[in-house]
């Protein structure tokens, strides 16, 4: 199963919302992860299950979905929310969507 | 909390073998499936394979043929075996682990990664 994530980079401002994209190449019904990393660092849960949030995730960020659209969204950019975003699904073993970076504008 | 650790040789040669270890501490390895995922500089994340506590495994189709997963319960370790490297598996190597949550298994826990360089 390919994940295919747009954009590759999205440039905005701390405070604004930012929607992140991951499109499946076939139904992976909601077994979609989200995950945070940022430069040296592992990655980081952050949705489970496409809408259900990690242990310790702010409410500022949250997914939505099912089959192969799902959507990341960051309601308000903090400073450290710019990182590198990946999806991945658990349907038929495991892949990685390409990621994206989102940066400051 | 649970904390792992990899280690393991930074600078391999091709044709050579990688073998890393990914140490649990915190928390026990039985129970859990375990992975290793990889990431090549500047690129983007690759699972490896994992496995459950009693041996079995499950590895990516485009490795399988050069992966090894094995596990030492003992010393809470377990460890990854690439045989046949080329430059194109320089990345950084980390060990995680999935756990149950809703209805599938997500990782929640990391390593903090190991750079692995195979250069003539």
């Known amino acids: 199963i390919v994940l295919t994530q747009s954009p590759a980079t999205l440039s905005l401002s701390p405070g604004e919302r930012a929607t992140l994209s991951c499109r499946a190449s076939?139904?992976?019904?909601?077994?979609l992860a989200w995950y945070q990393q940022k430069p040296g660092q592992a990655p980081r849960l952050l949705i489970y299950?496409?809408?259900s949030r990690a242990t310790g995730i702010p409410a500022r960020f949250s997914g939505s979905g099912s089959g192969t659209d799902f959507t990341l969204t960051i309601s308000s950019l903090e400073p450290e929310d710019f990182a590198v975003y990946y999806c991945q699904q658990r349907l038929n073993w495991l892949t990685f969507g390409g990621g994206t970076k989102v940066e400051i504008k | 909390q649970v904390q792992l650790q990899e280690s393991g040789p930074g600078l391999l040669k091709p044709s050579e073998t990688l073998s890393l270890t990914c140490t649990v501490s915190?928390?026990?390895?039985?129970?859990?499936?375990w992975s290793w995922v990889r990431q090549p500089p500047g690129k983007g994340l690759e699972w490896i394979g994992y496995?459950?506590?009693?041996?079995?495994?499950v590895y990516n189709p485009s490795l399988q043929s050069r992966v090894t997963i094995s596990v030492d319960t003992s010393k809470n370790q377990f460890s990854l075996n690439l045989n046949s490297v080329t430059a194109a598996d320089t990345a950084v190597y980390y060990c995680a682990r999935d756990v149950r949550l809703g209805n599938r298994y997500y990782f929640d826990s990391w390593g903090q990664g190991t750079l692995v360089t195979v250069s003539s």
């Open positions: 299950d496409a809408s």
């Open positions: 076939q139904s992976v019904y909601t077994y």
């Open positions: 915190g928390g026990s390895i039985s129970g859990f499936y």
């Open positions: 496995f459950f506590h009693t041996g079995s495994t």
